[in-house]
């Protein structure tokens, strides 16, 4: 592994796919910061998803948006959550949709609220009911105002207690009517004041 560090990043680039999938876990954690930065895209496929699950979060934090671009569906649901933590927004819209959709809910609840806020809609709206469960009250706080209005109503009916309360005054107007249609009776209750207050006549009905 000290041999490993100590390859300067064009060496580390001219390494073949081969040689990349050849590394050890042991070799992969010693990598620095400036060497995962310059790995490729060939490289970063190359990578076992026992790699993957390896890296450190400031070697994630390390991969070029390209880099990540190049992660498969295979390898993410292989990340550790502190690796997903520490994804960043321009990271986190560099992945395919097939990758975000291929994340397990306990990956899901680590993202950060950055990451969230770079989901598309579409990616939002596909998100499983597990996932919606296991949305966080921050997570949930940072949702844009047009995923809000993504979410499907058989996602809708997923959200704890805890996260429907967590949604801000500023979200609630992008409910439609539909969505809040299908809220169950305990989800109605979770409800607050402010919330209640920063819907239109329409929406208060829809309840």
């Known amino acids: 592994s000290g041999q490993i560090a100590a390859l300067s990043t064009d060496q580390v680039e001219a390494l073949t796919s081969t040689q990349i999938g050849a590394l ?22 190359a990578l076992t998803t026992g790699d993957i699950a390896a890296l450190g979060s400031a070697q994630v934090a390390a991969l070029t948006t390209t880099a990540v671009s190049a992660l498969t569906t295979t390898q993410m649901p292989a990340m550790t959550t502190a690796g997903i933590a520490a994804l960043t927004s321009a990271q986190m819209a560099a992945l395919s949709s097939a990758d975000v959709l291929a994340l397990t809910t306990g990956q899901i609840a680590a993202l950060s609220t950055g990451a969230i806020l770079a989901l598309t809609t ?4 596909a998100l499983s009911t597990g996932d919606i469960a296991a949305f966080t009250t921050s997570q949930i706080a940072a949702i844009g105002t047009d995923d809000v209005a993504a979410f499907t109503t058989t996602q809708i009916p997923a959200f704890t207690t805890a996260g429907i309360a967590a949604f801000t005054t500023a979200q609630i107007p992008a409910f439609s009517t539909s969505q809040l249609g299908v809220l169950t009776s305990t989800q109605v209750a979770a409800l607050t004041t402010a919330q209640l207050g920063a819907m239109s006549a329409e929406q208060f009905s829809a309840l």
């Open 24 to 45: 050890t876990t042991g070799q992969i954690k010693a990598l620095t910061t400036a060497q995962i930065a310059a790995l490729t895209t060939a490289q970063v496929a």
């Open 122 to 125: 579409e990616e939002t709206a």
